[in-house]
């Protein structure tokens, strides 16, 4: 009776958190089983064969895909400029394991997931891989819940901010797609001028200048004039890409 009592409340504590969650977030969902089945790791089924659960590793494969999918749409619109291979090693830096770590910690996914004793004892929480699934089921399961854009409207609230924010911009090659728009537009000739190098040797900052016929676009900041030149870079596409839309 104590066990049957024990699992009672285990399953009540279970639909609070994910009731909450769902609060939290925003987001009602339909079919909450799917909701649960996103959160389900292989370990807790086993351990439960009595009673029917499914695993998240078919949802985490359609998350992969949607993610995919959404990220690719978002980037093809933000940036008419940039070139194929771009926007691959850019999605690749958005939706690879670390960053997808990241997005489930900022909204406390870990608290969630439904483990096995064996996987809870040795950290399966704090596992990155397994974080990095568990945001990719999320995806599956919101999409086959409510729609693509419902999982694009999540999104624009956890991801695009940070690619907005240029949490990314260490992969994106800003002067290529200001060198493209410009030639494309023929619209005059572009250079870049150091401004000011400041702070010691080991530790100096640059700030850099971009023109276009000598008109200022951009300036920007970095640690390498390199970086600093990409910045005004981005600084100027923003400005021009702007004034076209």
Avoid: W
């Avoid at 400029?81 to 909204?107: D, H, Q, Y």
């Avoid at 640690?223 to 870079?233: D, F």
Wanted: aromatic share 8%; charged share 25%.
């Amino acid at each position: 009776m104590i066990r049957k009592n024990d699992r009672e409340k285990e399953l009540h504590k279970i639909e609070n958190q994910f009731k909450d969650f769902q609060k939290a977030i925003g987001i009602s969902f339909a079919n909450v089983k799917l909701l649960k089945q996103a959160f389900t790791h292989s370990s807790y089924v086993n351990e439960h064969r009595k009673r029917i659960f499914e695993d998240n590793e078919r949802l985490e494969f359609l998350g992969d895909a949607v993610l995919e999918l959404t990220v690719s749409q978002f980037l093809f619109k933000k940036y008419p400029t940039m070139s194929e291979g771009e926007m691959t090693k850019l999605r690749a830096a958005i939706v690879c394991e670390p960053s997808l770590v990241s997005f489930a910690n900022e909204l406390e996914f870990g608290k969630l997931i439904l483990l096995g004793k064996g996987e809870e004892m040795t950290g399966g929480r704090e596992r990155p891989a397994l974080l990095a699934d568990v945001f990719e089921a999320f995806i599956g399961a919101l999409y086959l819940d409510q729609g693509l854009e419902t999982v694009i409207t999540f999104l624009q609230t956890i991801v695009f901010p940070k690619i907005n924010a240029g949490a990314f911009s260490h992969v994106m090659d800003f002067k290529s797609q200001l060198q493209e728009l410009i030639q494309r537009d023929g619209t005059g000739v572009i250079e870049y001028r150091v401004l000011q190098e400041k702070g010691p040797a080991h530790n100096k900052e640059f700030v850099s200048k971009v023109t276009l016929n000598g008109k200022e676009l951009g300036i920007g900041t970095g640690k390498s004039k390199k970086e600093a030149e990409q910045h005004a870079a981005q600084m100027a596409l923003e400005v021009l890409q702007g004034k076209t839309t």
